[in-house]
């Protein structure tokens, strides 16, 4: 079983930067591909980011790309989001989940675990 914990939600304003943290245990990270995804109030979830195990291969939502970056240390067991230029539109909750296949996914139904998520709001 693994356990993901979100950090580094927050009030932020327009145009402003936030990082996120997601630190795992339980399990082989390192064999895990890890996404972000968010869910505004209201809407259904939706995909961020994702990286696969290695972290050579990244993938992120068009509405964040260019200015939200994924990465990860796998001797920390973390994974990461950069976020700049932020709109008032990234609000929402953030999740991080990790999926045992070995491919870069985007689709949150295939991902295994899940944070308990942190909140980013961003005043206009």
């Known amino acids: 079983q693994v356990q993901l914990v979100e950090s580094g939600g927050g009030l932020v304003q327009a145009g402003g930067s936030l990082r996120l943290s997601c630190a795992a245990s339980g399990g082989t990270f390192s064999s895990y591909t890890m996404g972000w995804f968010r869910q505004a109030l209201g809407k259904e979830r939706e995909f961020v980011a994702t990286i696969s195990w290695s972290g050579r291969l990244t993938s992120h939502a068009d509405s964040v790309k260019g200015r939200f970056t994924i990465s990860r240390d796998n001797a920390k067991n973390m994974v990461y989001i950069q976020m700049n230029s932020l709109k008032p539109e990234d609000t929402a909750v953030y999740y991080c989940?990790?999926?045992?296949?070995?491919?870069?996914?985007?689709?949150?139904?295939?991902?295994?675990?899940w944070g308990q998520g942190t909140q980013v709001t961003v005043s206009s």
């Open positions: 989940a990790a999926d045992r296949s070995s491919s870069i996914a985007t689709n949150p139904k295939v991902y295994d675990y």
